[in-house]
């Protein structure tokens, strides 16, 4: 079994949980567990994404192997993105930390409010941090 805190494993693991990790590849790979989508259903799905977010992060999920992209011969031409086997595969934690997340909704607001309580912090801080 390899040893991922090696230096020269780990650097690479963090590199490729950092892509796979951040906000919207998570929100792209949630989104084409179902199905292929088209770009604009894609991004209409997810919301608040900007065109050219979605185009970059589509763009490096297909050069890690994850989605594939499908140009159809039609007038105008249609592209479709789908999970690639890889992509798949991420899929199914992606979608379990999703689930995960999902249920405790509940106990992290609880948890969030009584830390702000105990420490003086106003909702209204951690509010402006999150738009």
Known sequence: MPNYYEPCQCGRVSEVLQRVGDKWSVL???ML????L???ELRRRIGGISQRMLTL???TLERDGM???T???T???QVEYALTPLGRSLWEPVEALGKWAHQN???IDRARQAYDSANGVAASAHEAEEA
Not at 33 to 36: F, L, M, N, Q, V
């Open 28 to 30: 792209v790979i949630m």
């Open 33 to 36: 567990g179902d199905e292929a």
């Open 38 to 40: 088209r770009f604009n």
């Open 57 to 59: 992060t589509l763009r």
């Open 67 to 69: 989605v594939n992209r």
């Open 71 to 73: 140009v159809h011969p």
């Open 75 to 77: 007038v105008p031409p």
């Open 105 to 107: 909704l509940p106990n």
